[in-house]
């Protein structure tokens, strides 16, 4: 790469600028546009994430400190809190919501998928999960939740393989978590593993009509009849494989066909799991090994609320808000394919924290992340005595 070049413009150049600029075509996002445009706008959030800043004014007292470098970081030459605060509030946030869907097909079709699913590769895995984000009610007066309390939720779906979220869809707090699955479109021969929340048979059996596969954990309420007990190890932790019947009349009604039962012995959390599933294929382990996966979206979740700003809002409005959430998730994107072009064994979360210093230096970003690991290692192994 270009040793001239600061590593902020380097990660920048990784993805493609003509994709943007259809999807602020579309909307009419540059509309009597002179100086700041939607793609400066971009680059100045991304920056500010990257960089972890706290706020509009953190950001921009921080760039205007650095105004001999706006023209080669590419962010233009007319930021002030008053026009990125503007364009925040009022540039339609589907601009950027469309471009990070293109980031994701990019990154799913060019990231290596994980070793730990290989066994699956006939298949397209998936966990499905909702997050809430607390909001003070008398600010984001819009984000119903409760009576003294405001808050939005993000309703995910997670490619399992790549690791990368596929589906992203934002809604109030008082949506229900279940209503997501009437937005999905569902792959033939795709697993969709969910929590418990999810567990709707009418829903279900739509994902089975498509041909689909859902792996749940039971409700306690669940009434069902044993109609047949497979043969099961017990030493792996499985208890017993099932295929049951639901025998509630709206339940039956909602969902009429025969359905699989696993109940699975955890040994690190000293618990018994009870699954639900509509996969009669899988062994008994192999659907339990599934679920076990599912805390994937758990820590995407953690991730992206600890390293990203996601919880500190650089804007009141429902259109800023969802502005910054999907700039946040066209960052976490950006990061992996940075992680996965320069192939890199670092991880997203180190590969943040090295960009977020190094953001103004000239240092060629392959080597940058070399540096970095050979330091990691010096660290990890040193060859210092203990003393005690």
Not at 270 to 279: A, I, S, V
Not at 327 to 341: E, G, L, N, P, S
């Amino acid at each position: 790469m270009n040793t001239g070049k600061y590593v902020f413009a380097q990660v920048v150049s990784l993805i493609d600028p003509n994709d943007f600029k259809k999807c602020v075509e579309r909307y009419g996002g540059n509309y009597k546009v002179k100086d700041f445009t939607c793609w400066h706008q971009l680059l100045c959030m991304m920056f500010g994430q990257l960089s972890n800043r706290e706020s509009l004014s953190d950001l921009t007292l921080c760039l205007q400190t650095q105004k001999s470098k706006w023209y080669h970081l590419g962010i233009g030459s007319a930021i002030s809190k008053s026009n990125l605060a503007y364009a925040n509030e009022n540039r339609n946030w589907r601009i950027f919501a469309d471009y990070a869907n293109i980031l994701i097909a990019e990154a799913r079709q060019s990231i290596i998928p994980n070793d730990e699913l290989s066994c699956f590769e006939n298949h397209a895995i998936y966990a499905i999960d909702t997050t809430t984000i607390d909001l003070y009610l008398n600010v984001f007066w819009w984000a119903k939740f409760r009576k003294h309390k405001a808050a939005i939720k993000l309703h995910t779906m997670l490619d399992m393989k790549t690791e990368i979220p596929c589906y992203i869809h934002i809604t109030d707090g008082k949506t229900h978590e279940v209503n997501v699955l009437d937005t999905i479109e569902f792959e033939t021969n795709g697993f969709y593993i969910m929590d418990r929340g999810f567990v709707d048979y009418e829903r279900l059996f739509n994902i089975n009509q498509r041909q689909a596969y859902f792996i749940t954990r039971v409700k306690t309420n669940m009434k069902c009849r044993r109609v047949y007990s497979a043969r099961v190890d017990k030493a792996t932790g499985v208890l017993c494989d099932q295929t049951i019947q639901l025998i509630n009349h709206y339940a039956l009604k909602e969902y009429p066909e025969k359905l699989r039962r696993v109940k699975y012995y955890d040994t690190e959390t000293n618990k018994k799991l009870m699954f639900l599933t509509n996969n009669f294929e899988l062994t008994a382990l192999q659907i339990a090994l599934l679920y076990k996966y599912r805390w994937k979206i758990e820590l995407f979740f953690k991730w992206i609320k600890q390293h990203l700003k996601v919880k500190s809002f650089w804007g009141h409005s429902e259109n800023a808000v969802k502005m910054q959430i999907y700039i946040a998730i066209i960052t976490f994107v950006t990061v992996a394919i940075v992680k996965q072009k320069l192939k890199t064994p670092l991880t997203q979360y180190q590969i943040l924290q090295i960009l977020s210093l190094t953001l103004l230096n000239k240092t060629p970003i392959d080597r940058l992340f070399e540096d970095a690991i050979l330091q990691y290692v010096k660290e990890t192994e040193p060859n210092q005595q203990k003393l005690f």
